[in-house]
């Protein structure tokens, strides 16, 4: 990896258990030769395919770095075949701030790819991903959820590319992945995302969205466990567990149809929403309404769906002002 930035203890040609860094220099007011510390573990035996498992994409998420931390502790090598490259907060500064975008330059990680060697800190980041680990990988898995500013039907989400059996190979991973529900993303076209790179890479990927509101459940963090493992079984590094989901387990899929299936805010105030997640809706039905609680003789703002389909994601803070995403619509997908 001599051609990204910043350098690592661990050896990813090593057999066994690795735990470690990559140091990213840092160089800052109080800290002029310092570093960045990503915490970062390698699992190798046997010659399976390597599986990149990612968590802490946005800092107020949850769930994945929770669970790839726990497998750092408790995955013993010996039940594996293959290797699996595990960083559980790649955006650090997000994941210590619990915010989405990184405290040193404000910069949404997963809105970076390929990244810049050369870059800011979070730009380094995502070269480094994108140049030393992507090539490295058969296979990746993002592991998301809403954020502070949404709350999400737990999902595995799924990114096509243009590779048509590269996309049949990711539906099928996430589909063993046995979330209650299964989303077609596609962020307004934008090929940013650690996911489309990830694609784009020839990499099988499978990414989530596990509940949200900046907070864990127990749900979710059960969910998430359990979906990592079913895919580990799936790609064939690890043997399928007792209570693992069935490959190919039939919960049909959704799609976000670009830009109707946001809500967007019109007005400052709060909103106030008029169905709960999984709520069927149709195009033109009334979505809720913004209130204006500093000038009360005003009329609510009233918002309308744009799509049918079903409610996938509310915004998480009633506080709104112009563009912010009050509500997301998924629409079963079109075969």
């Known amino acids: 990896m001599q051609h990204t930035i910043g350098y690592s203890d661990i050896d990813f040609d090593k057999t066994g258990k690795q735990t470690g860094f990559l140091n990213l220099p840092l160089s800052v007011h109080e800290d002029a030769w ?4 990503i915490p970062l573990c390698v699992i190798a035996n046997g010659s399976g395919p390597t599986v990149l498992l990612m968590g802490g ?3 107020d998420e949850y769930e994945g770095p929770i669970v790839l931390g726990d497998l750092i502790r408790n995955l013993d090598p010996a039940e594996i075949n ?8 790649i955006n650090l500064p997000a994941v210590k701030a619990g ?14 790819f390929p990244g810049d060697r050369l870059g800011t800190p979070t730009m380094q980041l995502s070269a480094w991903v994108h140049d030393g680990l992507f090539p490295l990988a058969d296979a990746f898995i993002d592991l998301h959820s809403g954020g502070s500013s949404l709350s999400m039907i737990p999902s595995a989400i799924l990114e096509l590319g243009e590779d048509a059996e590269l996309a049949a190979k990711n539906r099928e991973a996430v589909k063993a ?6 989303v077609v993303i596609s962020n307004f076209g934008d090929p940013r995302t650690s996911t489309a790179s990830a694609v784009k890479a020839g990499l099988i990927t499978v990414a989530t969205e596990m509940a949200g509101c900046g907070t864990v459940t127990p749900e979710a963090v059960a ?3 359990r979906g ?8 064939g590094v690890t043997e399928p567990t007792t209570d693992a989901v069935a490959t190919g387990i039939d919960v049909p899929f959704h799609t976000i149809a670009g830009t109707s299936a946001h809500v967007l805010a019109t007005d400052d105030g709060v909103f106030e929403p008029d169905h709960a997640l999984g709520t069927e809706v ?11 609680l500093t000038d009360p003789r005003r009329e609510p703002a009233e918002l309308t769906y744009k799509a049918d389909g079903i409610l996938y994601g509310k915004r998480h803070p009633g506080q709104v002002r112009p563009g912010n995403c009050c509500l997301v619509v998924a629409r079963p997908e079109l075969t």
């Open 282 to 292: 149709r195009a033109g039905q009334t979505a809720g309404r913004i209130h204006c």
């Open 57 to 59: 994409n946005h800092g």
């Open 99 to 112: 915010n989405r975008v990184s405290s040193i330059d404000d910069l949404n990680f997963n809105r970076t």
């Open 34 to 37: 310092g570093s960045l510390p």
């Open 82 to 89: 293959g290797r699996m490259i595990i960083i559980p907060a």
């Open 223 to 225: 969910l998430c466990r």
């Open 177 to 182: 992945f046995g979330a209650p529900m299964n």
């Open 228 to 235: 990592v493992t079913n895919v580990l079984a799936h790609l």
